[in-house]
């Protein structure tokens, strides 16, 4: 479908996306389900055409696109049915490596910033800790001085990237006199540190290729310039790449419900019962008709709400109604699309068995839907 949001530019990047997803992720995403995990040299792949860099400045190898952007390539992603190597990508890429852009010295983007745009270094975000989810002012992880440096403790869950990335940006109580949500800093920290542990790679009902870990910090030493953005402003360093992370899960649940519907439009076209295909069926057209029109009005509202962000407008409310419209139809999606699966829809070599799977977690990550529904009711 045409759309006044995009240029030749953006059309030619997403056709960019779309062959490597048609080339390279879907003859492989098995295998690497199977794994458990991703190949370096994939992501390393992307990293040459350019697509692990498309936020971050052309001084250190990257294409400063917009949100646009972020929103195609994670609508493309999502097309390609493997939920876990969307993730795996759109953490590095819109969730964890913006951080450092957005906050860090000239020192570390230097430092680092080349890597991550070639895909040598890969980077994690670690918010989430076992009692603080949703509620991120909860907390507990520490970093207190210690000389000229930090020394961290405690422990982070839910991790993507975790047992591979190279670099993770880990938020922590820097002031804990302070409560809430003030008092928290950004660090980066370094794979390989001591102190620093893979406490467990989570075995998880869908994302499979996407390694999720608890990583655990004890006595962690860090030096000064580990410190990532303004002491004590960490949750608002956080804040910053919010609307961001959330606009690409809501992408990616637009492009996993699109292929899920072309898939079964396929399915039903060829199945035969009583006499006709299952396409034939009123009931069944209709139904796949709707759930088609209903995800077609949720990418306009996701291209609408990226065009917010690119174009520097506030779009806390349009992000929050988008993740939370998307993050429910994808499942609705796919529940609809395996029934008309029949049995088939049931069985591990059918597609739409894992992208069932996939779609469940993004009514929950990066803000369930509950709490996006709560940003909408405070500016309604
Ligand atoms: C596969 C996976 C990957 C992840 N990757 C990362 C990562 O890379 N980095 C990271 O930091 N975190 C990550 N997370 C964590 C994720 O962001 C959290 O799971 C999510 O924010 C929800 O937090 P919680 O699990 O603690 O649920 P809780 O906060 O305990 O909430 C449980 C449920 O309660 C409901 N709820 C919560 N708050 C409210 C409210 N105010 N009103 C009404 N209902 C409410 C919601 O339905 C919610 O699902 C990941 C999680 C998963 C499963």
Known sequence: MKSIYFGEEHQMLREQV?????????????????????????????????????????????????????????????????????ATVLVHTDMASPHLR??????????WLPGIVRGDVLTAIAVSEADAGSDVAGMRTTAR????GWLLNG?????????TADLVIVAARTDPSQKGSRGISMFLLERGTPGFSVGRKLEKFGWRCSDTAELVFENVRLPEDALLGKLNRGFYEIMKNFQNE??????????????????????????????????????????????????????????HAAWLLSSGS?????????????????????????????GMGYIQETAIERMVRDARVLSVGGGATEVMLEEVAKRS
């Open 155 to 163: 422990s982070k869950m839910f991790i993507t990237n975790g047992v």
């Open 102 to 111: 957005h906050s860090g010295t000239k020192a570390q983007l230097e430092r």
């Open 246 to 303: 959330r606009l690409v899960l809501a992408a990616m649940a637009v492009g996993e419900s699109t292929e899920a519907i072309e898939q079964t439009v396929r399915y039903a076209k060829s199945r035969k019962a009583f006499g006709a295909t299952l396409w034939d069926k009123q009931a069944i057209r209709q139904r796949v008709a709707l759930l088609e029109s209903r995800v077609e009005a949720a990418r306009q509202l996701l291209y």
């Open 18 to 86: 779309r062959r490597f997803v048609n080339e390279v992720v879907r003859p492989q995403g098995e295998a690497w389900e199977a794994a458990g995990r991703v190949p370096r040299e994939v992501l390393k792949q992307m990293g040459e055409l350019g697509l692990l860099g498309m936020r971050h400045p052309e001084a250190y190898g990257g294409t400063d696109n917009d949100a646009l952007a972020s929103a195609l390539l994670a609508e493309e992603l999502g097309r390609s049915s493997f939920g876990g190597f969307s």
């Open 314 to 342: 506030d779009a806390v409310r349009e992000v929050s109604m988008l993740k939370a419209v998307a993050g429910e139809l994808v499942n609705e999606v796919m529940y609809t699309c395996q029934q008309f699966h029949g």
């Open 145 to 148: 001085r210690d000389g000229d």
